[in-house]
């Protein structure tokens, strides 16, 4: 069983930064893709950035320019570094990977941004 660890989240002030560590038991270049997604109260879950086997990284139009995904593989661990954070991100951010077979969800890293 794959098991996705997230960490990182916290309080922080809007125009601050936080990265986003998610750490797999399982080595990440053995995934087709891994991703961020982030729920808000209230809210669906939502898909915020990805990367692919091959290293291409696609953004939501609200991550674009401020979110980066990146993955170590050596370190098997998937990355957002977020930048210019407002309040609207606040939201529980999730890791997800994928296989052709299965798919997997770590438990959440809260994020919170003041105004």
């Known amino acids: 069983q794959v098991q996705l660890v997230e960490s990182g989240g916290g309080l922080v002030q809007a125009g601050g930064s936080l990265r986003l560590s998610c750490a797999s038991s399982?080595?990440?270049?053995?995934?087709?893709?891994m991703a961020w997604h982030r729920q808000a109260p209230g809210d669906q879950r939502e898909w915020v950035a990805s990367?692919?086997?091959?290293?291409?990284?696609n953004y939501a139009d609200s991550a674009k320019g401020r979110f980066t995904i990146s993955r170590v593989n050596d370190k098997n661990t998937l990355y957002l570094q977020m930048n210019s954070l407002k309040p609207e991100d606040t939201a529980v951010y999730y890791c997800?990977?994928?296989?052709?077979?299965?798919?997997?969800w770590g438990q959440g890293t809260q994020v919170t941004v003041s105004s």
């Open positions: 990367i692919i086997s091959d290293g291409t990284t």
């Open positions: 399982r080595s990440t270049f053995s995934f087709r893709s």
């Open positions: 997800f990977a994928n296989t052709y077979q299965s798919s997997y």
